[in-house]
């Protein structure tokens, strides 16, 4: 998904807590506390050069006979014949970390004042509160799932309601601190994670996350924003088309625009099996 323009913070949904936080100090337990980040937990994971080959998979049978390295696949619709298939290929599993989708079937302990509003574009989605103790345990039971199922590393999705109408006074220090938690808990875990968009903050995650997705950046002139990235980190990049016989077009004209050290990958927004890449 990709983020909408930062909006004015919303009124809290749930009553009792600080309409929003001064910088510098984030929610916890309905107060304003202080903020301080600690250094990012290291540990041994996939940590892909710029370039890296992929595919982004999450819908429909999964082709696993494609010669690239990383397979992108849902956390829940990809089969243990699926992930077993793909043998000594890297499996980055993605789930939706600041989002709850009516569909799955693990989000019946969330509690109602932690679910905010609906996705724009996306009816069966609403906003989650990163300030939650539901949201963080949430996220900590998919990290869990994802070791379970063997996948080598995580794809956390809509990790930026700060910028969006989340329904929450989420604040920029709140949403720091909660995807540094969610990159500390993958690492603890021995799972590699990237950051998915979340463009006005790379600088600021660059150091726990180890390697970064983007959806169209060339649409929205924004690829230059990944600055160090584009030389020190991958970065798995996505430009969509409403129909596969638009993919060739489209990557005549998105190939020459992007940095050349992307990985990218023209698709439909269904994410199915279908690509077009700048190779």
Excluded at 165 to 175: K, N
Excluded at 239 to 258: G, H, I, K, M, Q
Aim: hydrophobic fraction near 40%.
């Amino acid at each position: 998904m990709h983020p909408l323009p930062a909006l004015a913070a919303l009124a809290l949904v749930a009553c009792g807590g600080p309409d929003e936080c001064p910088a510098g100090e984030v929610r916890d337990a309905g107060t304003c506390i202080p903020y301080t980040p600690g250094d990012p937990v290291e540990a041994e994971v996939w940590q892909p050069e710029p370039g890296a080959t992929w595919q982004w998979q999450l819908t429909g049978a999964i082709d696993t006979t494609l010669a690239v390295g990383m397979y992108d696949v849902d956390l829940y619709e990809a089969t243990d014949a699926d992930l077993a298939a793909l043998g000594d290929k890297v499996v980055i599993c993605y789930f939706s970390a600041g989002s709850l989708e009516d569909f799955r079937d693990d989000v019946a302990f969330v509690s109602d004042d932690a679910i905010g509003r609906t996705l724009d574009g996306w009816p069966d989605e609403r906003w989650l509160d990163v300030t939650h103790p539901d949201t963080f345990e949430l996220a900590r039971r998919r990290l869990d799932r994802a070791v379970e199922r063997g996948c080598d590393g995580v794809e956390p999705d809509n990790v930026d309601g700060y910028a969006n109408a989340s329904g929450f006074p989420l604040t920029s220090d709140e949403q720091l601190r909660f995807n540094r938690f969610l990159a500390d808990e993958a690492h603890e875990r021995g799972l590699s994670v990237g950051l998915k968009n979340d463009l006005d903050q790379l600088d600021a995650l660059q150091p726990w996350f180890d390697w970064a997705l983007n959806e169209e950046c060339v649409a929205f002139d924004e690829c230059d924003l990944y600055g160090d990235w584009i030389t020190e980190k991958a970065v798995f990049h996505t430009e969509y088309a409403n129909r596969e016989d638009a993919l060739p077009e489209l990557a005549a004209s998105v190939c020459p625009e992007r940095p050349a050290a992307f990985s990218t990958l023209l698709k439909t927004w269904d994410l199915g099996p279908e690509f077009v890449t700048c190779e």
